[in-house]
């Protein structure tokens, strides 16, 4: 079955980097533009950001822009996600998604065009 697991997640301080990793399996991942969002206590799942099936592509929440870096690996089944100068707003619980385009350039900011989500990890950003 397909599964995205997300790895990477812990406690830093403001200011911090940390990269997020999400492994795909039991899809032909190269098929599928990915997504990270992520969900805050009390708040709406947000958009991160997405890249397309062949990585030509990509978008970043205005919240993140200049700050966030999505990239993948199709030879891995990965995709990554670069978070620099992180902010205590950045806390949330991070998940990936796949959404299987027939587009190649496909990117979408909508959670329900996404077709699998794994179980998030957590990132907390302290000041």
């Known amino acids: 079955q397909v599964q995205l697991v997300e790895s990477g997640g812990g406690v830093v301080q403001a200011g911090d980097s940390l990269r997020l990793s999400c492994a795909a399996s039991?899809?032909?991942?190269?098929?599928?533009?990915m997504g990270w969002f992520r969900r805050a206590p009390g708040k709406e799942r947000e958009f991160v950001s997405a890249?397309?099936?062949?990585?030509?592509?990509?978008d970043v929440g205005d919240s993140v822009k200049g700050r966030f870096t999505i990239s993948r690996d199709n030879a891995k089944n990965t995709v990554y996600l670069q978070m620099d100068s992180l902010k205590p707003e950045d806390t949330a619980v991070y998940y990936c998604?796949?959404?299987?385009?027939?587009?190649?350039?496909?990117?979408?900011?909508?959670?329900?065009?996404?077709?699998?989500w794994g179980q998030g990890t957590q990132v907390t950003v302290s000041s």
């Open positions: 039991g899809l032909t991942f190269s098929s599928y533009s």
């Open positions: 998604a796949a959404w299987n385009t027939i587009f190649r350039g496909g990117i979408s900011r909508i959670p329900n065009e996404y077709n699998y």
């Open positions: 890249i397309s099936r062949s990585g030509s592509n990509t």
